[in-house]
Each structure stands twice: as structure tokens, then as C-alpha cells.
Antibody, heavy 118, light 117 residues
Framework: QVQLQESGPGLVKPSQTLSLTCTVS??????????WNWIRQPAGKGLEWIGR???????NINPSLKSRVTTSVDTSKNQFSLKLRSVTAADTAVYFC??????????WGQGILVTVSS | EIVMTQSPATLSVSPGERATLSCRAS??????LAWYQQKPGQAPRLLIY?????????????TRATGIPARFSGSGSGTEFTLTISSLQSEDFAIYYC?????????FGQGTKVEIK
């Protein structure tokens, strides 16, 4: 059974960079026809797809965040990562990493709350 | 981007009753529509994909999810979709989201909260 676990700082200052890593266990990040995704959810609100990456390097980022987001994959560590630059309070949310197949997410991390505050 | 609109925002239902949730897309998404269930403090759980396929019908090795009860069913195509829970159980009280994966960026509806009446 594949498992995903987010890690990173829970508090980031405004204008700084939010950096998160997702570690995949129970299977190789390189196997199968999966995308590896970042999705976020502000408290009490809905879900927003940030971006997705194939291990081949193909990346799709939500246009609303494209100027601030970088995502990458490290197959040697079975991890993928997210960087969100120039954060504001509006970026405060629970961030989920997830594995998707053909556009739908079957496996999610537990989520990590990231608060943007000075 | 495609805007997904769910209705109602809140649905009050008694255990054992039927619940019908709606999702409308701002443009056609064909059959590329999924439903998720989310309980407080948890990640969403995939219930339905391709508008009407319960995740448990796929082979476990490559499935997007497993173990979805048969009381959950999905229907619709194009811009209008429905999730039906035939007989609500106590564990079904949660928030339900629809999600389109026809056009990037994939987008979710704002959710329907199913609460105990």
C-alpha cells in the first residue's frame, strides 16, 4: 500500500518561500503511469490543485500560481517537492501531496498545515 | 478554468434516507468527473471517477481507490452530474466534493456538507 507523507516548516514569514517535501513509501515513485501532485485547502474552504509532475519531468502548474511555484521530483529519494515563493496570508492552508491516475487522486498524504505569519 | 458549482451547500438528511448531491460544470467535462468524501481533519477519499465508476470496481494493483460501498453511485455527463447515496449511514456524514479532470487546471467544487437531520 503506497503512503505519502508531507514534511516542511509549519510557519513561514510573509514574502518568503514555502518549501515542502513529500516522501513516498510502499512503492517506487518511478513506477506506474502516475502523476505526483500538490493540492491545498485553506481552513474551512475548498480544494485547490497547485500542480502535478511526472517522473519524466513533465510538469503542469495551476496558471493562478504559475509565477510563484516550482515543483520537482527526486527519484533516488522517492520524493517530490514544492516551492511557493513570495507567500502571503492567503497561502495559509493545509497542503496535501497526492498520487493521481488519469486526473483523479487515489492516494493522499495526511496534509500539513502551513501558516504564513510574521 | 472550469468552474464547478455544487448544490446544495448543506444537505440535512436522516440516517437511512437517500441523499442526492448535484454538481454543475461551467463547460462540458464529458465524463471526466470524480467525487470525493472528506471528513474533518482527514484527506479526501475518492468515491467515484469517470462520472459513474465506483473506485472499488478496479483491480487493486492499479486502482485509484478501493472499498467504496455500493450505496454510492454517480451519474451524468457534460455539465450536469449527480452523486447519490442510497441509504445514509452514520459514517457518510461528511463533505463531498466534485472534481473535473477534463481541462487543466483540474478544479473542485466548493463542496456539499451532508449533515444529520
Amino acid at each position: 500500500q503506497v503512503q505519502l507523507q508531507e514534511s516542511g516548516p509549519g510557519l513561514v514569514k510573509p514574502s518568503q518561500t514555502l518549501s515542502l517535501t513529500c516522501t513516498v513509501s510502499g512503492g517506487s515513485i518511478s513506477s506506474g503511469n502516475y502523476h505526483w501532485n500538490w493540492i491545498r485547502q485553506p481552513a474551512g474552504k475548498g480544494l485547490e490543485w497547485i500542480g502535478r509532475i511526472y517522473t519524466s519531468g513533465t510538469i503542469n502548474i495551476n496558471p493562478s500560481l504559475k509565477s510563484r511555484v516550482t515543483t520537482s521530483v527526486d527519484t533516488s529519494k522517492n520524493q517530490f517537492s514544492l516551492k511557493l515563493r513570495s507567500v502571503t496570508a492567503a497561502d495559509t492552508a493545509v497542503y496535501f501531496c497526492a498520487r493521481s491516475l488519469a486526473g483523479t487522486v487515489g492516494y493522499w498524504g495526511q496534509g500539513i498545515l502551513v501558516t504564513v505569519s510574521s | 478554468e472550469i468552474v464547478m458549482t455544487q448544490s446544495p451547500a448543506t444537505l440535512s438528511v436522516s440516517p437511512g434516507e437517500r441523499a442526492t448531491l448535484s454538481c454543475r460544470a461551467s463547460q462540458s467535462v464529458s465524463l471526466n468527473l470524480a467525487w470525493y468524501q472528506q471528513k474533518p481533519g482527514q484527506a479526501p477519499r475518492l468515491l467515484i471517477y469517470d462520472a459513474s465508476t465506483r473506485a472499488s470496481t478496479r483491480a487493486p494493483a492499479s486502482t485509484r481507490a478501493t472499498g467504496i460501498p455500493a450505496r454510492f453511485s454517480g451519474s451524468g455527463s457534460g455539465t450536469e452530474f449527480t452523486l447519490t447515496i442510497s441509504s445514509l449511514q452514520s459514517e457518510d456524514f461528511a463533505i463531498y466534493y466534485c472534481q473535473q479532470y477534463n481541462n487543466w487546471p483540474w478544479t473542485f467544487g466548493q463542496g456539499t456538507k451532508v449533515e444529520i437531520k
